[in-house]
């Protein structure tokens, strides 16, 4: 909303002044992102949205991680306290599969730290990685998947809670790796 006033100084020539008197809010950044999806965008801002929701009623996860928002991707990014790398949950609604990661942005010496602390990584977390260090591109990962079908909801508690239980250990253990 806009509110014109008149300015006239002097003998000069009136000239009008706008003053913004109100902004838009969150819900038209709101109905803009939510119109125009598809069925798997709108699965997985829910699905999200679900997940948000039980990290914030997990005491131990909260003391680790904030909530954040929740948005229509197959992504949804987790800190570990460095901006070198981060923790990447992920849904395939088409493979039925989510997949937990730790993404590596342009640093390949953080990869190779990692891989050199492979088989402790992998006893401590409990998990089986694809180890990518992905030599042509920016960025490496390791990543462990499980399957899950996310077009079922019944299906969603035990993939939050395998989610916040790995995220945990992962930070954990990679930021331990990362420190020696």
């Known amino acids: 909303m806009l509110e014109i006033e008149v300015w006239k100084i002097g ?12 902004k838009p809010n969150d819900w038209g950044k709101t109905q803009k ?22 990290g914030a009623s997990n005491e131990e996860y909260l003391k680790e991680f904030n909530k954040r928002k929740a948005l229509p991707q197959h992504w949804y990014d987790l800190p570990m306290g460095s901006s070198e ?40 977390t409990y998990l089986k990685c694809k180890w990518q260090r992905l030599d042509n591109k920016n960025a490496s990962r390791i990543k462990a998947i499980k399957k899950c079908d996310v077009n079922n909801q019944e299906e969603w508690e035990e993939a939050f809670e395998w989610f916040g239980r790995q995220a945990l250990i992962i930070k954990k253990v990679f930021n331990k790796a990362y420190n020696k």
Request: charged content about 25%; aromatic content about 14%; hydrophobic content about 30%.
């Open 33 to 54: 992102t939510n119109n125009g999806l598809g069925k798997a965008q709108k699965l997985q801002g829910e699905f999200w949205q679900a997940f948000g929701e039980y």
């Open 85 to 124: 790398y981060h923790i990447s949950l992920t849904c395939a609604t088409q493979r039925n599969e989510i997949g937990i990661e730790v993404y590596i942005d342009n640093n390949k010496e953080i990869y190779d730290l990692f891989y050199e602390n492979k088989y402790m990584i992998e006893e401590k």
């Open 11 to 22: 003998d000069s020539l009136a000239t009008p002044k706008f003053n913004i008197v109100s």
